[in-house]
């Protein structure tokens, strides 16, 4: 019986003895403390080396980057069991920092393989005397600590607020570590007085240090969102005000024009546009070789017209090149698409050697690919039958090309991204203009109509995902008329300023009703609705914005076409939702509109 009660007794004593331990937890945690001040000045260090930020931010995560993300998160933990506090046998360190830190960024290869590397050291070091109570402890929980990390960064990447899984994570892996000390450091008791001593401090200055690296990572996507919405902002600027130039393709006078605006639009110092076997216009620095006229004869240029691929010169050195004072150095070639088959490239030139940024790296992939998909819908255009209907009143006052831009704007978002998903988009949409553009009467089926819904839909759909849910309650009805291009600009007003406005999106519903007036269709969302004022201003006489035209237009055609009892009717309330609806009415029957 003795032998049972004499365990629980010591226990006790160590319990009494801890009390007393106020003054060493506080020395502790200050200890800590500055040494992870240095931790933190490293990590922010860090933050800010391009390589490391673009692995952090990457979604798509490589063999190869998962190895240096490895190493560097496991040195990173060696660098936290080298910033520790010697206590009783023991490291009281921040190495769990850099190993959770991996696995919740990289995953749980990248989590386990950190863990291996710091861990295996932590052993190493045991084995040379320092902090050898604890050694084995620490070399076994702090791969485990890591994988647990990867498992739960597997799940939570991506999501807001990181830096909350992270504190908890950390509280975790403490734990670990804790117990496995309990389980492999001897004598029990003194195991056992460490860890009552070390656990509070060594949880609050990890969680802490977790908590504020991952707001720093934190900042790392902020800038990088940022980064991206400018270059988007830019792309689609340039992209507007090039959109006139492109529309022949590469072969016509417009090409010198459209390498203009870029170079003037841009930081690059240079721009160049190729076919497949000559320069077709240059802006900027230049030498004899970049003249318009002049045929390829860069190998680099070659290998991007074969492999279709985006090349970046960081310091250019081309055996090729005649001219050894060429003061281009690096540069960003693209090649351009024209229905899936390279037609030619684009090049951006800086005059310094390694200065292109990842900004420039993101401009010039928005801007080749914006270009290949226009270039793919201006082989589409260039159908007589196409180009004739397209000059039938501009498709109604120009809602048709306000259309075909925001597409080319999610598109081209999707290029980045998705480019199965973008290029079914472009094939859907010239389906949609084929069409409409058949049609030699000024109004068109109902279906032909949805089509044109649907088309839009699925681009915002792929866009916006799950925040957006489209119904159609049209059903049957092939002998119905209306003027082209009458619903869509409502159903995007719906989705864009009342749907996309609130952080869980919502649904449109599209319907169709019949009464002894004739056919009402319907447009109504559950939306952040409108006021009184602003329904006034989308129907009134001054429009100041884009929506407001659209509105005016819609429905001074439907007035025009079937009279003032079809005029839009809007009805809206705030945090509601807004309904449009307009009436084909009978009488258009009669006089044979259909």
Known sequence: MCI?????????????????????????ILGLGNRFTILFVVAFLLTRIQVFRRLVVKKNISIKDKVILAVFFGCFGIMGTYLSVPYGGALVNTRVIGVVAGGILGGPFVGLAAGLIAGIHRGMLGFWGIGAFTALACAVSTPLEGYLSGIMGKHVRGRNHLWIYAVIMGAVAEAIRKFAVLVFARPFETAFELIMTIWIPMTIINCLGLAFFFLIIQSVFSEHEKMLAEQSRLSLKIVDEILPYIKQGLDNSNNEKLVNIIHSMSEFDAVTITDTKKILAHAGVSTKRHRPGNKLVTTLTSEVLESGKVMIIDNCKEPECEHRNCPIKAAIIAPLMEDGHVVGTMKLYKILPNSITAIDQELGNGLAKLLSTQLTLSKL?????????AELKALQAQINPHFLFNSLTVIG????????????????????FRKTLNVSKELVPLTVEMEHVKAYVEIEKARFGD????????????????PPLTLQPLVENAIKHG?????????????????????TLVVSDNGVGMNSETVDTLLGERTDDNDSIGFKNVNARLIATFGKESKLNIYSEI???????FLIPKTGFKEGLF
Do not use: F, W
């Not at 255009?381 to 209907?389: D, I």
């Not at 849910?469 to 059903?475: F, L, S």
């Not at 945090?575 to 609806?581: A, D, F, L, R």
């Open 4 to 28: 049972q009660v004499a365990p629980l007794i010591d226990i006790l004593r160590i319990a009494r003895k801890l009390r007393g331990a106020k003054e060493m937890i506080k020395s502790l």
């Open 381 to 389: 255009e260039q159908n007589k039958s196409l180009l004739a209907q």
């Open 413 to 432: 978002s999707l290029c980045r991204t998705n480019n199965e998903k973008a290029r079914d988009l472009i094939l859907n949409l010239s389906d949609v």
């Open 467 to 482: 925040k957006l849910e489209v119904h159609y309650e049209i059903g049957q009805n092939n002998d119905l008329a209306l």
């Open 499 to 519: 749907l996309l406005l609130k952080d869980e999106g919502g649904e449109v519903i599209i319907s169709l009703k019949e009464d002894e007036s004739g056919m």
């Open 575 to 581: 945090n509601i939702g807004t309904t449009v609806s």
